[in-house]
T-cell receptor
Framework: GQQLNQSPQSMFIQEGEDVSMNCTSS?????WLWYKQDPGEGPVLLIA?????ELTSNGRLTAQFGITRKDSFLNISASIPSDVGIYFC????????????FGSGTKLNVKP | NAGVMQNPRHLVRRRGQEARLRCSPM?????VYWYRQLPEEGLKFMVY????????ESGMPKERFSAEFPKEGPSILRIQQVVRGDSAAYFC??????????????FGEGSRLTVL
């Protein structure tokens, strides 16, 4: 099946540092979505991207839809303790838009 | 979580019993997805439904699992004769979809199934 490679798997950073994570795919995607999941909760949509090259911000979060349509990254600036959680990327395949494929997640830990 | 309602939040079943998980999508959404998540893992696609239609069930196990989304009422994920390996969090998501078929997925809080 379709694989999304998300990296890094986990990160340990100091409060105030910037964070970057990314997802790559062997296939072309139509849509990239970034989610955050807190323990015991459902994933919450952070940013949605629809066009190659698109750069979108949501507060301290910035995400980009790669030019090749096969990758996306998420940056978090000036991290704070409540940024702790698992971040997932998700992509909607260009020719099979019935499914949204998910990365395996990046677990973020922020030390105060 | 954007109005997708799932219940129950927690369900405990003994091996061999049946589990029924319900999902009401966001208002105006007619597309429902079910995903399974094991601890410390990502989300695995199970099934995609529209009202009264199963569009894609390629992620569903061949036996014991079924899903429906009737004309009236919530979507139901049904697991018959549960086994310990069915213990997981099951998430429902709904999508508005537009004419171009791009869209966003909005998730519910999940139903956590524990099989004893």
């Amino acid at each position: 099946g379709q694989q999304l490679n998300q990296s890094p798997q986990s990160m340990f950073i100091q409060e105030g540092e910037d964070v970057s994570m990314n997802c790559t795919s062997s296939s072309i995607f139509n849509t990239w979505l970034w989610y955050k999941q807190d323990p015991g909760e459902g994933p919450v949509l952070l940013i949605a991207l629809y066009k190659a090259g698109e750069l979108t911000s949501n507060g301290r979060l910035t995400a980009q839809f790669g030019i090749t349509r096969k990758d996306s990254f998420l940056n978090i600036s000036a991290s704070i303790p409540s940024d702790v959680g698992i971040y997932f990327c998700a992509g909607q395949h260009l020719y099979n838009f019935n499914k949204f494929y998910f990365g395996s997640g990046t677990k973020l830990n922020v030390k105060p | 979580n954007a109005g997708v309602m799932q219940n129950p939040r927690h369900l405990v079943r003994r091996r061999g019993q049946e589990a029924r998980l319900r999902c009401s999508p966001m208002k105006g959404h007619s597309h429902v997805y079910w995903y399974r998540q094991l601890p410390e893992e990502g989300l695995k696609f199970m099934v995609y439904l529209q009202k009264e239609n199963i569009i894609d069930e390629s992620g569903m196990p061949k036996e014991r699992f079924s899903a429906e989304f009737p004309k009236e009422g919530p979507s139901i994920l049904r697991i018959q004769q549960v086994v310990r390996g069915d213990s997981a969090a099951y998430f429902c998501a709904s999508s508005p979809r537009d004419r171009t078929n791009t869209g966003e997925l909005f998730f519910g809080e999940g139903s956590r199934l524990t099989v004893l």
